[in-house]
């Protein structure tokens, strides 16, 4: 009973910080980078870095040590899935998160994402509504600026595994560097 009400706790203070996050976005509460988790391995890659490779295809230092580990197909690919612009309002992104295919699909893509207190989903839900409201729409890159934490920290093993077993989504980012492959 306690551990149950500690979590419910520990549950509606996620909640809240991340509604504050969401409700007061501005640049500087957004992600400013991203993390790839490869087990207890990292690499941490600014969002600079990776809108000037989504248009430029020019990759800084720290973003070519990361992509040396892919192939030119998987590195094309990444700019291709950077580049993704989704026709979407965010009235409409609600709406679909809330509908029965968006529910079920929101807390297996949540689960590509590494956040305390089990609030993936929360955060996620929030990024893509404020992407969709975004000047720019809802894309990628757009989705990561939006992220209601200053870093988006990606599971590689859970992102891979997603993709694999999700062709349509695997397919809808262009398999996003290869990793649906």
Same mark, same amino acid.
């Given at each position: 009973?306690?551990?149950?009400?500690?979590?419910?706790?520990?549950?509606?203070?996620?909640?809240?910080? +991340? /509604?504050?996050? #969401?409700?007061?976005?501005?640049?500087?509460?957004?992600?400013?980078? =991203? !993390? *790839?988790?490869? &087990?207890?391995?990292?690499?941490?890659?600014?969002?600079?870095?990776?809108?000037?490779?989504?248009?430029?295809?020019?990759?800084?230092?720290?973003?070519?040590?990361?992509?040396?580990?892919?192939?030119?197909?998987?590195?094309?690919?990444?700019?291709?899935?950077?580049?993704?612009?989704?026709?979407?309002?965010?009235?409409?992104?609600?709406? +679909? /998160?809330?509908? #029965?295919?968006?529910?079920?699909?929101?807390?297996?893509?949540?689960? =590509? !994402? *590494?956040?305390? &207190?089990?609030?993936?989903?929360?955060?996620?839900?929030?990024?893509?509504?404020?992407?969709?409201?975004?000047?720019?729409?809802?894309?990628?890159?757009?989705?990561?600026?939006?992220?209601?934490?200053?870093?988006?920290?990606?599971?590689?093993?859970?992102?891979?595994?997603?993709?694999?077993?999700?062709?349509?989504?695997?397919?809808?980012?262009?398999?996003?560097? #290869?990793?649906?492959?």
């Amino acid at each position: 009973m306690l551990h149950s009400f500690r979590r419910t706790v520990i549950g509606l203070a996620g909640f809240l910080t +991340l /509604l504050g996050y #969401g409700l007061t976005s501005t640049p500087s509460q957004a992600a400013e980078q =991203v !993390t *790839i988790k490869f &087990g207890p391995f990292g690499r941490t890659v600014s969002v600079d870095d990776l809108r000037a490779y989504a248009e430029t295809s020019e990759a800084s230092p720290e973003l070519a040590s990361v992509l040396s580990i892919v192939g030119s197909e998987q590195r094309e690919s990444l700019q291709k899935g950077l580049n993704v612009k989704l026709p979407f309002k965010a009235v409409q992104v609600d709406k +679909l /998160l809330r509908s #029965g295919p968006g529910a079920q699909l929101l807390p297996q893509v949540a689960k =590509v !994402t *590494i956040l305390p &207190g089990d609030t993936e989903e929360l955060a996620m839900r929030s990024g893509l509504v404020l992407a969709a409201g975004s000047e720019e729409g809802l894309g990628v890159l757009s989705f990561i600026e939006a992220y209601p934490t200053p870093t988006l920290t990606l599971d590689a093993k859970a992102m891979q595994k997603l993709l694999k077993s999700n062709d349509s989504l695997g397919s809808l980012l262009g398999g996003f560097g #290869g990793l649906g492959q």
